[in-house]
């Protein structure tokens, strides 16, 4: 159903001004097609021609698909006549006013270096409820977001680059370069303005939408198995997520002499972990990829050692290991209290997880493993310490920590 036209171009002022002045925006309409139980949302150029067709297409039968011409070719998404045909936001408008369309959308192009994130069936309108995933992409982006025409879902727009990834059974698409947004200018949390995605948040979101068979689409507060099984599969997310992140890590500080032997043990750890579902072997390929042609590695060696790794890691599986409760410790030093460290007191109790590692378990080291080069790192060793893994292997000569 059409929307009042004068609310929806009062609440296009919502839009960030930056988003508003690329030229990047187009009209759509519902077109229902032949078979659909429901209107598809066909995006038009400015001048009025079908989005693909920048200067019209070509007369054909009815039935029969439509042929480009040299006058009247059929374009990409991102082709110099498709990016000719979009304008900005205020010229998008100016042809909504026309009463022939039923919104405004914006087109993601290759290179603009934005990201689109489509959030769908993940709110009820009616009782207000919003799923737990649908909330935290919110969180985590900070960039502007709205509800979507249906109010059922979200569209979140942030700066950044990465590859196209979705899900339809979890109801979360992620793209870059092509598509475009329909835009109602209705906020829902988030920021006003457009804001950068870090790299935890691109490697969260693949693990989120490549990671599990399915999310309950809309949150239930009365529903008790739903919220159950959701934590647990957040717990195994979020366990792969720690892993993921320090696997990317350590690829990128990799020097020429040991990246395919890096790459091999992160890929066979990782993949270890695939039968948790908290991990997919599409979301180990995509994310370790990444990190290996940053430091200069060929798609043909990449492919090759993930390939080796990624099955011999699947061939042993390993289990997410069970959180310990907190437990006192006897802390004896070893060396001279010339660091203001207060040595008579002998009972400590370990130091409660930082924020960002709550329910975040780092995987410890597993001597089943091949050796990680580089695990005796200061920045590691910190790392395995907060997530309660008191063990730092040869560097534990400060202290001697046993239990009290």
């Known amino acids: 159903m059409r929307e009042d036209l004068k609310t929806l171009i009062e609440r296009l002022g919502n839009v960030p001004q930056s988003l508003q002045d690329i030229p990047q925006w187009l009209v759509w309409r519902f077109v229902r097609k032949d078979g659909q139980d429901k209107p598809s949302k066909m995006p038009y150029y400015l001048n009025g021609n079908l989005r693909g067709w920048p200067n019209g297409m070509p007369p054909h039968k009815k039935g029969v698909k439509a042929v480009g011409t040299q006058e009247q070719p059929q374009v990409d998404q991102g082709h110099e006549l498709d990016r000719q045909a979009l304008g900005t936001m205020a010229q ?12 405004i959308g914006f087109a993601f192009l290759p290179g603009d270096g934005l990201i689109g994130i489509d959030v769908d069936g993940a709110i009820d309108p009616d009782a207000g ?13 900070q960039s502007y977001t709205e509800l979507s025409p249906s109010g059922k879902g979200i569209h979140v727009i942030v700066r950044g680059e990465t590859e196209t990834f979705k899900c339809n059974k979890v109801g979360v698409e992620v793209f870059c370069g092509r598509q475009f947004f329909t835009v109602t200018g209705r906020e829902f949390g988030g920021g006003g303005d457009l804001a950068e995605i870090s790299q935890e948040t691109l490697s969260w979101l693949r693990v989120l939408v490549k990671g599990r068979e399915q999310l309950p689409r809309v949150a239930n507060g009365h529903n008790p198995e739903v919220a159950r099984n959701y934590d647990a599969s957040k717990q195994a997310s979020r366990y792969c997520l720690a892993a993921l992140e320090q696997g990317v890590q350590r690829m990128r500080m990799t020097t020429s002499g040991g990246r395919n032997n890096v790459l091999n043990e992160e890929a066979f750890g990782l993949a270890q972990l ?3 579902g908290g991990i997919s072997e599409s979301t180990i390929r995509g994310a370790l990829a990444d990190a290996a042609r940053a430091v200069g590695l060929a798609d043909a060696e990449i492919n090759g050692t993930m390939d080796s790794g990624i099955r011999a890691g699947l061939a042993k599986p390993r289990a997410i ?8 410790f006897t802390v004896v030093p070893t060396r001279k209290p010339d660091d203001g460290i207060d040595v008579g007191c002998v009972h400590t109790e370990v130091p409660p997880e930082p924020d960002w590692m709550a329910d975040e378990t780092l995987p410890p080291s597993d001597e089943s493993e091949p050796k990680r080069a580089g695990s005796r790192k ?19 000569k400060p202290w001697v920590i046993g239990s009290g």
């Open 129 to 141: 409820d919003v799923a737990d995933h649908c909330q935290e992409i919110i969180d985590r982006c």
């Open 92 to 103: 998008a408008v100016a042809a909504l006013n026309s009463g022939r369309w039923d919104g």
């Open 274 to 276: 695939v039968h948790t």
């Open 321 to 328: 290991p069970a959180r310990e409760p907190s437990r006192k």
């Open 378 to 396: 200061r920045g590691v060793g910190a790392l395995r310490l907060l997530s309660r893994t008191i063990s730092f292997g040869s560097r534990c």
